[in-house]
């Protein structure tokens, strides 16, 4: 009967452990859920069917920064292992390997060792992702000037289930949606957009064309950019633009509150201002916002080189702040803006939010500084009043670019489809959908040098590299987003850095307490356990 016993419950353990190893249960008890898929993430890699392989090109030799990123991207590709069919590797990028990887560049870093020897290294943060016969290259590290090394490295973390989930998403479309730069109104041209469509082409089939009267030319396209128009939009134009939205089409406007010529200031040293008429006061009025009939002032600026010398033969540049060139803030409160460092403007306005209680949620993007100032048009810009009197700079955080979303109200509602347009059925109200106004047109131009383009929002006076065209990605990423990965961008992790002036100064203690208190421990712990027996079977026998 006891041998019946045993044999039962060693069966039964048996059992056990099978099911056990089979069954795995992980537990994320950080503060962060830095450990934890979003839903998104999880629906997205379930819905992949082909195989996804991954190889991890940050290996080798690599310091505990970089080293702590590794872990992570493995980390984070072993939990989504466990929602698809996601598999990964680590090597460096070798002379034979051909394609993509041979177009990447490495980082090199310099590090200064104890003993006062500096070491340069090469990296490779990037990661290549392939399902069936299409490949993305994942970029691991995200730069931001101005923030140290430990915080460059803790926004890459954060950011690495975006940059994985935007990639698969990106190689499981069938089809690539569909964006359109509306022409015909003097819009900026495709030479001046040249490097943010090029940004965009990793997403979208980016088309250009004019507006044709007939609204269901443009309902395939999931967004329409307007850069900078010049001249008026009739009324057939809006009536196309405005159909469009209320089939749920998505729009990004960058729309000037002012005009000027800047021809005639680089020659006269001056130009008059005034409000730029586009015939779209009544629409954006109607989807919540107002553009400002003013130009803006801001002492956090770009400056520009200018001849201070009395001298015409011996000219001498100096910086000066441009306070028409603004340095705009990212909202932080937003995927679109989260973890990004300014945005150069040139000549912007303001945006006023109008409509009240009309239901539509609506978002400051971007801002002027705590030190701004609104001239209101009529004005004029003079090269020769470049310094201002600071007390004028009153105002602060002036909302210059605004996401509005919602159900809006069509501007014809009450009217009459214009002539010129084809028929179509009039809807009253849209779909719920989304639109971002921006009143400064030259955030999405990008310049030329030597008949080569530059990058947008590179100043080529000051070599300084600013976050115009992530940021115009995000936003025309958050327009077309209907599965939540855009809001992967805002993941906070806490960044516990450890001070390293005072681990070197004390080092030696640490090392002492790390080697000795085992033993200790170990010591105590016997200690404890002989007096322990000795007290228990040292009994004197009655």
Known sequence: MRLKTYILILLTLTATMVVVSRWSVRLDLTEDRRYSLSEATKTLVKSIETPVEVRILLAGSLNPSFLRLANAT?????????????????????????????????????????????VQTQVYPYAVVRTGSKEAVVPLLRNNRGLSGEENI??????????????????????NRKIAFIEGHGELSEREVYDLSLNLARYYRVDRGT??????????????????????FTEADKYQIDQYVMQGGRVMWLIDGVQFSEDILSTDGFTPVIQKDL???????????????????????LPIPVDVSNDPSQPNFQPMPWYYAP??????????????????????SGIEMVGG??????????????????????????????????????????????????????????????????????????????????????????????????????????????????????????????????????????????????????RHLIQTATCVTPILLLIIIGLAVNITRKTKYNKPQK
């Not at 989504?80 to 560049?105: C, H």
């Not at 006061?281 to 916002?289: A, E, M, T, W």
């Open 327 to 348: 340095l705009l803030l990212t909202s932080q409160q937003s995927p679109i803006g989260y973890n990004l460092g300014s945005v150069s403007a040139m000549f912007c």
């Open 154 to 175: 803790n926004i890459s973390i954060e950011q690495l289930e975006f940059a994985f989930a935007e990639a698969l998403q990106q190689l499981s479309q069938n089809e």
């Open 357 to 506: 209680d009309d239901g539509l949620r609506k978002e400051v993007l971007l801002a002027t500084s705590s030190a701004s100032r609104a001239i209101t048009a009529p004005a004029e810009v003079d090269l020769s009043l470049l310094e201002e009197d600071e007390q004028l700079f009153t105002h602060a955080y002036i909302p210059v670019a605004v996401l509005a979303e919602g159900s809006f109200p069509s501007l014809f509602q009450h009217r009459m489809a214009p002539e010129g347009t084809i028929p179509v059925k009039k809807h009253l109200t849209s779909k719920n959908t989304r639109q971002i106004v921006i009143a400064c047109g030259s955030l999405a131009r990008n310049e030329w040098q030597q008949g080569q383009p530059l990058p947008l929002g590179y100043d080529r006076y000051t070599g300084m590299q600013f976050a115009n065209k992530d940021f115009l990605t995000n936003a025309l990423l958050y327009l077309t987003d209907n599965t939540g990965v855009i809001n992967l961008r805002q993941k906070d992790y806490t960044l516990r850095l450890i001070n390293d002036r005072k681990a070197h100064q004390s």
């Open 279 to 301: 015939n779209l006061q009544d629409l954006l009025f109607r989807y919540g916002v107002r553009i400002t009939p003013t130009l803006l002032q801001d002492k956090q600026c």
């Open 74 to 118: 493995e980390e984070l590709l072993d939990e989504l292992g466990r929602y698809g069919t996601v598999s990964f590797s680590t090597a460096a990028p070798q002379k034979e390997d051909k394609g993509v990887i041979t177009t990447l560049s490495p980082i090199v870093i310099h590090e200064r060792r104890q003993q006062g020897k500096t």
């Open 211 to 232: 507006l044709t009267g007939n609204a269901q030319d443009i309902f395939p396209y999931d967004a329409l950019i307007i850069a900078s128009p010049q001249q008026p």
